[in-house]
Structure formats: C-alpha cells, structure tokens
C-alpha cells in the first residue's frame, strides 16, 4: 500500500512536473515492446521463474532473460534467488495497474468494443 494519497486525474489541480513526464514516458517506453509488455502481465499473477515466463510465451529463454534484464535495471520488476533459480516479481502495484489498463485499452481495439469513458455520458448531455 502507497503512504501517498491517490486522487483520480480530475481531481488533481496542478500539472504534471517536467520529471514525472519524463519518467512516465521512460516507463511507457518499456511497455512498448510486446515481449516485456507481456512478461509484465505474467508478473501481474505472482512472482515467476524464466523456464515459467519462457514457457508462456513467444520468445526464447536468452530473450526473455534479457528483456527481464532491462526491466530490472529501469526498476519495474525486482529479482530474486531461490536456489539454482531467479525469480522475478513486478515492483509497484501502479504498473500492474497501467499493464493492465493498457491491455484492456487494447482488447477493445482488436475486438472492435466501443471504448468507454467515465462521465462521458455527463459531459455530452446538453445541460
């Protein structure tokens, strides 16, 4: 659980800063990749070891491990030894959250399913 408050977008007053800009960008950036979007979503389910996150998808092992490698050193995943093996774990409930919110974004797409918008309905009714 975050010490911070969390407002929703509408209630927040102030701009976003130059740096929380940048860092987001940074972080969608790695998202961008379809291989480490999707070894993010495995992580959503618990920490994983790479035979597992290798088995459950399209890449090799070597990419896989390599791909974990970049999302440990930008932070967005942390890794253990259990024995012989390394686990991996997501480290922030906020990017499970935007995996998530992108994947679901996504299925609408591909799935031609109207998007939605909260208070949509609101902001379009004439008054």
Do not use: W
Not at 24 to 38: F, I, K, N, Q, S
Not at 74 to 103: K, N, W
């Amino acid at each position: 659980m975050c010490a911070h408050k969390h407002t929703s977008l509408d209630e927040r007053s102030d701009p976003p800063l130059a740096e929380q800009l940048a860092v987001a960008a940074e972080v969608l950036g790695h998202l961008a990749d379809p291989t480490r979007l999707h070894l993010l979503h495995m992580l959503t389910e618990g920490e994983q070891d790479v035979s597992t996150l290798t088995a459950s998808g399209n890449a090799s092992r070597s990419s896989v491990s390599q791909h974990l490698g970049r999302l440990r050193l930008a932070g967005l995943v942390q890794s253990r030894r259990d024995g012989r093996r390394m686990l991996y774990r997501i480290t922030s409930d906020h990017l499970e959250a935007l995996v998530e919110e992108a994947l679901g974004f996504a299925y609408h797409a591909v799935a031609d399913v109207p998007h939605h918008r909260r208070g949509a309905q609101e902001k379009t009714t004439p008054a």
